[in-house]
């Protein structure tokens, strides 16, 4: 019975995938809120497979937060860089985990094709990014006790600071590289998603 759901499983899993990627066609067109349920923001695919537009900008993911002592008090902490700490799992590691490499900058690109300038999602994957990204800062922060045993974790507000890569001294191109930031709205972290809830 167990082969059988797996098998079963592994079959819808795999249309899905399939759905999702191949042309628009009659059954992706009538079931497409279902697919884009089942395939997205966890096995969400593309065919960048060799980069042919190599990134041009050094994107810094930082996130803080408010926490609630048990008396019910709110102070906010500083920023937490998660782009740092993604840098120094991967320094010196020479097999290092995809989730390590892409998870966050992911997480960001999703985030930012589904949302416009004043940050409101555009539909469901709009929805779906934001609370992949905020789930991901709120794993993030617990790793990183922000809220002590006693504290929880009431909101979070995410900044993605970028800046231009400068072009080489034998290039012409002229690029600012100042850092540009955009500062997320504060979103409240549900009850369940704090404390390890979410996994």
């Known amino acids: 019975m167990a082969a059988v759901a797996v098998a079963v499983v592994a079959c819808v899993h795999l249309g899905m995938v399939f759905l999702s990627v191949a042309p628009a066609n009659t059954l992706s067109k009538r079931h497409g809120d279902a697919v884009d349920a089942w395939v997205y923001p966890e096995f969400e695919q593309n065919w960048k497979l060799f ?12 996130v803080r937060a408010q926490v609630r002592s048990a008396a019910g008090e709110t102070f906010t902490t500083g920023w937490y860089d998660l782009s740092a700490q993604d840098g120094r799992d991967i320094r010196g590691n020479l ?10 900058r992911r997480a960001v690109d ?18 779906l990014s934001q609370a992949y ?18 504290e929880e974790l009431a909101r979070i507000q995410v900044r993605i600071r ?16 100042e850092p ?12 369940g998603e704090a404390g390890g809830g979410v996994r």
Do not use: C, M
Request: glycine share 4%; proline share 12%; charged share 20%.
């Open 180 to 191: 540009v930031d955009r500062l997320l709205p504060w979103w409240t972290v549900p009850a």
């Open 133 to 150: 990204l905020r789930r991901i800062a709120v794993l993030r922060l617990e790793r990183e006790h922000a809220a002590k045993p006693q």
């Open 110 to 127: 999703f985030y930012a094709g589904t949302h416009d300038g004043a940050n409101r999602p555009a539909g469901l994957r709009g929805e």
């Open 162 to 177: 970028s800046a231009a890569v400068a072009p080489p001294p034998w290039s012409e191109e002229k690029a600012s590289t």
């Open 95 to 104: 097999l290092p985990s995809h989730t390590q490499q892409n998870e966050l």
């Open 51 to 62: 980069a042919p537009n190599p990134l041009q900008q050094n994107i810094t993911v930082q």
